[in-house]
T-cell receptor
Framework: EDKVVQSPLSLVVHEGDTVTLNCSYEVTNFRSLLWYKQEKKAPTFLFMLTSSGIEKKSGRLSSILDKKELFSILNITATQTGDSAIYLCAVEGAAGNKLTFGGGTRVLVKP | ETGVTQTPRHLVMGMTNKKSLKCEQHLGHNAMYWYKQSAKKPLELMFVYSLEERVENNSVPSRFSPECPNSSHLFLHLHTLQPEDSALYLC??????????????FGEGSRLTVL
């Protein structure tokens, strides 16, 4: 059974800090790993990673995948209060019909 | 706005009631999904539809009954639910099921409380 574990469960930082979120996974025939941000209700897509070692970047957010060690990290630099959210990691395996989600990391950015 | 609309946003029902959740996507996608998000648990996939055909049913109790009349609409019919079914129910869509299905577009969710 596919499995995704995220750490830490939650963290509190101050504006301007850098945050690193971790996602480790076990999946049969890995296809992709995705990061989502969930602020209130609807998770919104951040990144999709399929290849090892290639960093994806969007503004202050970046993510990288290590397919050998089966993990990904999501970095947020110069955090702002608007970055407060739950960050979800999900993997797509062989079946392709579904994503298996981790439990999420709750990030709170204080002014 | 993600292009996926869910109604109602909040629903309170008794264990003997029958109600339905509705989802509509305006993205021209071919696949639609129901996910359940409970407190302190990961998002759980319930059902997957591809071009109105159910392709995945993740061992969901029969008190949850999905319906997909066309590729833009998805319903979740609820009857004789239990208090532990209280959760946020998220609808999502993607261009296709399978390859390239990774990026899901989620609705705002329907917060269900079962008394």
């Amino acid at each position: 059974e596919d499995k995704v574990v995220q750490s830490p469960l939650s963290l509190v930082v101050h504006e301007g800090d850098t945050v690193t979120l971790n996602c480790s996974y076990e999946v049969t025939n890995f296809r992709s790993l995705l990061w989502y941000k969930q602020e209130k209700k609807a998770p919104t897509f951040l990144f999709m990673l399929t290849s090892s070692g290639i960093e994806k970047k969007s503004g202050r957010l970046s993510s990288i995948l290590d397919k050998k060690e089966l993990f990904s990290i999501l970095n947020i630099t110069a955090t702002q209060t608007g970055d407060s959210a739950i960050y979800l990691c999900a993997v797509e395996g062989a079946a392709g019909n579904k994503l298996t989600f981790g439990g999420g990391t709750r990030v709170l950015v204080k002014p | 706005e993600t292009g996926v609309t869910q109604t109602p946003r909040h629903l309170v029902m008794g264990m003997t009631n029958k109600k339905s959740l509705k989802c509509e996507q305006h993205l021209g996608h071919n696949a639609m999904y129901w996910y359940k998000q409970s407190a302190k648990k990961p998002l759980e996939l319930m059902f997957v539809y591809s071009l109105e055909e159910r392709v995945e049913n993740n061992s969901v109790p029969s008190r949850f009954s999905p319906e997909c009349p066309n590729s833009s609409h998805l319903f979740l019919h609820l009857h004789t639910l239990q208090p532990e079914d209280s959760a946020l129910y998220l609808c999502a869509s993607s261009q296709e099921v399978g390859q390239g299905a990774g990026e899901l577009f989620f609705g705002e969710g329907s917060r269900l409380t079962v008394l």
